[in-house]
């Protein structure tokens, strides 16, 4: 039973993580879309959401946040079923 546990808590902590990395890539693509429009190198919508124009980036800004929660979320998480993880085995 320990070893099932083991294993459901190892790939937990994977897909936290890999939720993570996810959040990173689409936020780094999301700012260098934006900052285009902006003409500027990055703007990170989920850190500035006052600088959106028009409905797209306003909408972006929302998803963006919500995304940033739930990444941090998926992160501590991770970091408690990696501890599970190796307190089991």
Do not use: D
Request: glycine share 4%; hydrophobic share 55%; charged share 15%.
């Amino acid at each position: 039973m320990v070893k099932y546990m083991v294993i459901l808590l190892s790939v937990l902590a994977n897909l936290c993580f890999g939720w993570a990395i996810f959040y990173a890539v689409f936020s780094v693509l999301s700012a260098l879309k934006v900052g285009r429009r902006h003409y500027q190198p990055l703007i990170f919508l989920e850190f500035q959401p006052h600088r959106a124009r028009g409905n797209w980036e306003a909408s972006r800004a929302r998803l963006m946040s919500r995304l940033r929660l739930w990444a941090i979320l998926s992160v501590l998480i991770g970091f408690a079923s990696l501890t599970a993880h190796l307190l089991l085995s």
